[in-house]
């Protein structure tokens, strides 16, 4: 399985943000991915941490190296506990934003990963997951 | 608080971005541009990215506003450098940066700008030695 441990990073300030990134960055090299697939994951976490961030309130992101028979990866599950997403697809939708943003985070990470999943209850908080393999 | 340094180059600005850009460190060059290219009548912005590992939408987003003032102050903005891993994972996330130019170096986007503002002042003076 894994080599390196599941980590639990928090998202909190802007200076996280920068964090994330750069242990994300880690983990990618780690599972063998290639400088375009690094930096693939690594710019949709930037815009998941920042959403974290600023629509979120603040919250997690916990990042795993997978092993799937050899197949390797980074999985980065971010949560946090802010008023959640009421219409997902229209979040999901290029140049959608309730802040002053371009609208291109959500569907940008998703389409930068090879996996990409979100749950979010109204009042529940947010939790997005995306994965990229090797 | 740090600022990123903001030099002349010719009748342009050159502004070489080196560490991870936060929130303040953004509006902080958007305003600091601005002033510069107004006080020196600067007829471009030279933004050299090379250092930068990724580029996101906030990225992208200050390098629109910075595009956007400049083209108001008749100034052009030519970002150079950028990797080409950054740049094939720009497309994908769909930031289209419309109204930013791009060149592969500084020499090259100086060229850019040249080629833009030299033609229509080729009677002007250009001071090289500053
Ligand atoms: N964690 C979250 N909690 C609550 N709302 C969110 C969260 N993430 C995204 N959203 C909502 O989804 C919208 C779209 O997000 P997206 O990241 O695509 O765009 P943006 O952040 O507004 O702009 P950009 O990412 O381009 O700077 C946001 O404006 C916000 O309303
Ligand atoms: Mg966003």
New binding site residues.
């Given amino acids: 399985m894994s080599t390196t441990p599941p980590d639990t990073l928090p998202i909190r300030t802007s200076d996280d943000v920068v964090f994330v990134r750069q242990q994300v960055r880690l983990r990618a090299v780690q599972a063998g991915l290639g400088l375009v697939d690094q930096t693939k994951i690594v710019t949709a976490a930037s815009?998941l941490a920042?959403?974290?961030l600023?629509?979120?309130g603040g919250g997690t992101v916990t990042l795993s190296s997978i092993d799937d028979n050899g197949r390797r990866g980074v999985r980065l599950v971010f949560e946090?506990q802010?008023?959640?997403?009421p219409d997902i697809p229209l979040?999901l939708q290029d140049g959608?934003?309730?802040?002053n943003?371009?609208?291109?985070?959500?569907?940008g990470a998703k389409r930068l990963s090879n996996e990409f999943r979100i749950e979010?209850a109204l009042g529940g908080g947010?939790r997005v997951m995306i994965a990229r393999w090797k | 608080m740090d600022r990123i340094p903001i030099l002349k180059l010719g009748d342009a600005l050159l502004v070489t971005i080196q560490v991870d850009m936060h929130d303040r460190l953004a509006t902080a060059l958007e305003e600091d541009l601005t002033n510069r290219i107004v006080k020196h009548k600067a007829h471009g912005v030279l933004i050299d990215i090379s250092a930068l590992e990724i580029v996101d939408?906030?990225i992208g987003?200050m390098l629109d506003n910075i595009a956007a003032v400049s083209r108001v102050l008749d100034a052009d903005t030519v970002v150079v450098g950028m990797r080409p891993a950054v740049a094939i994972t720009l497309v994908e996330l769909g930031l289209s940066l419309a109204g930013v130019r791009t060149a592969l170096n500084v020499e090259r986007g100086m060229e850019l700008i040249r080629l833009r503002h030299g033609a229509a002042e080729r009677d002007v003076d250009v001071d090289n030695a500053s």
């Avoid at chain 1, 943003?101 to 569907?107: C, F, I, W």
């Fill in positions: 815009e920042r959403n974290t600023d629509y979120g946090d802010g008023p959640g997403i979040a959608y934003t309730t802040g943003g371009l609208g291109l985070g959500l569907s979010s947010t | 939408s906030f987003r």
